[in-house]
């Protein structure tokens, strides 16, 4: 038979609110953490990325928290637009050139 | 400026027939990486080169598949024979520096379905 594939995490933001995306990481080594955004029928692109010295960071529309405590990591996008609809990932690097990419959430924008 | 550059986009190809995934890093890029996915694993690392030299290949799932990198402008994913559990959209990535940013830049994406 055919395989069932995993159902993503899925938030849906009305256009002009604020999206939070989480993500709980793994490995206590990590040092740096980077969030990518997946448009269908694409490759992931690079959003924003924060080191283990830092537990705030701050792009153009989007913040990115870390709190090592919990090793939790967090996504906010500000004014959730259309094009915003995604699938986000959070990646963690605990070795040299080795990213470990999460499972992913999926983003639906609604009108 | 050019991205990552991947080839072929979609390939469709019966069970036993060997395939080649073919990448071209964005110029002056160091590292090369492939990846897997699937809606079962998700984003899986396959290996990855640093100036051309095969670096981890841990997650090569098994001899059918190889990977190759002859010169800094290319790179090759093959799979011998396939099978049809090795349907999944592969990606190349590369990177100006993996050890101080880690950021990757990927391509488009190669989707492979094994009949």
């Known amino acids: 038979g055919e395989s069932v594939g995993l159902h993503l995490p899925t938030l849906s933001v009305q256009e002009g609110d604020n999206s939070i995306i989480n993500c709980a990481y793994s490995n206590s080594a990590s040092d740096y953490f980077i969030w990518y955004k997946q448009e269908s029928g694409k490759g992931p692109q690079f959003i924003i990325d924060?080191?283990?010295?830092?537990d705030k960071r701050q792009g153009q529309r989007v913040t990115v928290l870390l709190n090592k405590t919990v090793k939790h990591l967090s996504l906010q996008i500000a004014a959730t637009q259309p094009g915003d609809s995604a699938v986000y990932f959070c990646?963690?690097?605990?070795?040299?050139?080795?990213?470990?990419f999460g499972a992913g959430t999926q983003v639906v924008v609604t009108p | 400026d050019a991205g990552v550059i991947q080839s072929p986009r979609h390939e469709v190809t019966e069970m036993g027939q060997e395939v080649t995934l073919r990448c071209k890093p964005i110029s002056g890029h160091n590292s090369l990486f492939w990846y897997r996915q699937t809606m079962m694993r998700g984003l899986e690392l396959l290996i990855y080169?640093?100036?051309?030299?095969?670096?981890?290949d841990s997650g090569m799932p098994e001899d059918r598949f190889s990977a190759k990198m002859p010169n800094a402008s290319f790179s090759t994913l093959k799979i011998q024979p396939s099978e049809p559990r090795d349907s999944a959209v592969y990606f190349c990535?590369?990177?100006?520096?993996?050890?101080?940013?880690?950021?990757?830049?990927f391509g488009e994406g190669s989707r492979l379905t094994v009949l």
């Open positions: 990535a590369s990177s100006g520096d993996a050890k101080n940013t880690g950021e990757l830049f």
């Open positions: 080169f640093n100036n051309n030299v095969p670096i981890d």
């Open positions: 924060i080191r283990s010295n830092m």
């Open positions: 990646a963690e690097k605990a070795s040299w050139g080795k990213l470990q």
